[in-house]
């Protein structure tokens, strides 16, 4: 895996080793000298990862990284800060102002190049869902980047899986008062609960009495559900050679033993923060695609969804012999509401007539708002007269009882006209189905509307 990555020092020695190393290993290297024009070349080359001196004149380490971190553009950038200090408040420092890790000079080739690819596979990632956001946004749907970022700070709920018994009271006491933690001295028990509710993180003792720890984090990471659960493991410090095959297959960061709780908590902010941010982008993509195929108004499919599935569904009819019907559904004297009651009456008759159809039909159907008060409803796996039955049941349901609308009266008796059509034969077509239910919905509506007609292939 390749990445652009900006190396940022103010010693041209240092920056040099760094190139030739990260070039070596067919990386594309970006520097920059200070912290000014470090900021600089974040905004004008997008790098993957940037490579940052704390220690550096003017703007330090930690100042570049709370710029980077606090500009929603470059936000989802990951930071690793270069130090020669190895205390713990040091690292918390950076930790705090955003960094999602830190390597000590002289640097550790093994650890440079695994933590640049374990973090240019979170960024690839990340851009995906960010590149798929964005044409959301860029079409009136889902969230700007300054709200993703925004409130990612409460607490979270954290899984700790350690059954040496001697982590679980320290690891308590660092979180205490700002994150929910359960501990679980059974691995499989932690997978469970992993996949069966919600968490923010998973912390994992890789010294596990009587299981591999390795073992465990291969399961969490080849299950879906469990899959981008950020993961952070306790390991000893000599054990450099299981932490890099952790970090190689997916686990996101890493403390060593014994753990200092200021730094166990900044570590754990940043997974969290990190974890919360990328899954807001994976909802924001989710509510942009069902935007796209939904009628926000009734929440029912629209008419792009209905082509695409009941084209599959006549198809699978043709195929393999199953029975499958449509309803065409139409508001009678709807414009009369609109004219008399207003527009907004209107959608709120329409908002309660897909109240009432929901109640009337089951999982597998699809119902589909296709024009103004025009709905068609697929019934998979239904013949003629079934379908049959559901319309007039649903045109009772519908004419039973007035709408609770905003009008004088506070009610507004609604009827509807349907037709009913049957997919025939491996002869037949969709436009030709569709056809007829239109033909038997006009009837219906010529013969005094409030009725169910059914039209014959």
């Not at 940043?270 to 108004?297: C, F, G, H, K, M």
């Not at 059509?421 to 491996?426: G, N």
Request: hydrophobic share 40%; net charge negative; charged share 30%.
């Amino acid at each position: 895996m390749t990445a652009r990555v900006l190396v940022v020092d103010d010693i041209l020695a240092n920056v040099r080793l760094l190139e030739a190393k990260l070039t070596a290993e067919y990386f594309e290297v970006i520097t920059a000298m200070n912290g000014v024009d470090a900021l600089e070349s974040v905004q004008r080359t997008k790098p993957d990862i940037v490579l940052l001196d704390v220690m550096m004149p003017g703007m330090d380490g930690i100042e570049v990284c709370q710029r980077i971190k606090s500009n929603p553009a470059t936000h989802h950038i990951p930071v690793i800060m270069v130090t020669a200090l190895d205390q713990p408040e040091d690292r918390i420092r950076g930790l705090e102002a955003g960094a999602d890790d830190f390597l000590t000079k002289p640097v550790n080739d093994l650890a440079l190049f695994c933590r640049v690819k374990s973090l240019a596979r979170l960024k690839m990632l990340t851009d995906e869902l960010r590149a798929r956001s964005s044409t959301g946004n860029g079409v009136g749907l889902g969230q700007d980047d300054q709200r993703l970022i925004e409130d990612v700070d409460y607490p979270g709920k954290i899984l700790l899986v350690d059954n040496r018994g001697y982590l679980a009271d320290r690891i308590r006491a660092g979180l205490q008062g700002r994150h929910e933690l359960t501990c679980f001295e059974d691995p499989q028990s932690a997978v469970f609960e992993a996949v069966e509710s919600e968490c923010d993180l998973m912390i994992i003792n890789l010294d596990l009495q009587d299981f591999d720890g390795l073992r465990l984090c291969s399961q969490l990471r080849s299950l879906e559900r469990t899959r981008q659960i950020p993961i952070l493991i306790i390991v000893d410090p000599d054990d450099h050679q299981r932490m890099m095959r952790a970090l190689d297959m997916g686990v996101n960061d890493y403390l060593m033993r014994p753990v200092d709780r200021q730094e166990l908590l900044a570590r754990v902010n940043t997974q969290i923060r990190r974890w919360r941010y990328t899954e807001r982008l994976r909802n924001n993509v989710q509510q942009s695609l069902e935007l796209a195929v939904t009628d926000p108004l009734t929440g029912f499919y629209n008419r792009r969804y209905m082509n695409t599935q009941i084209t599959s569904l006549v198809d699978h009819a043709a195929n393999r012999g199953k029975r499958l019907s449509l309803l065409a559904l139409d508001v009678d004297h709807f414009k009369s509401v609109n004219d008399n009651h207003g527009h907004d009456v209107g959608d709120q008759v329409l908002q309660e007539l897909a109240v009432r159809i929901k109640e009337y039909v089951r999982n597998i159907d699809l119902p589909c708002r296709v024009g103004g008060e025009e709905f068609v409803i697929i019934l998979p796996e239904t013949d003629m007269e079934s379908a049959c039955i559901v319309a007039e049941r649903l045109r009772a349901a519908i004419g039973k009882k007035a709408f609770e609308v905003s009008t004088k009266s506070g009610k507004l008796p609604v009827t509807v006209s349907i037709g009913v059509a049957e997919f025939a034969d491996s002869s037949d077509s969709l436009e030709a189905m569709l056809k007829r239910a239109d033909d038997a919905l006009y009837k219906a509506k010529r013969e005094g509307r409030n009725r169910v007609i059914s039209h014959a292939a």
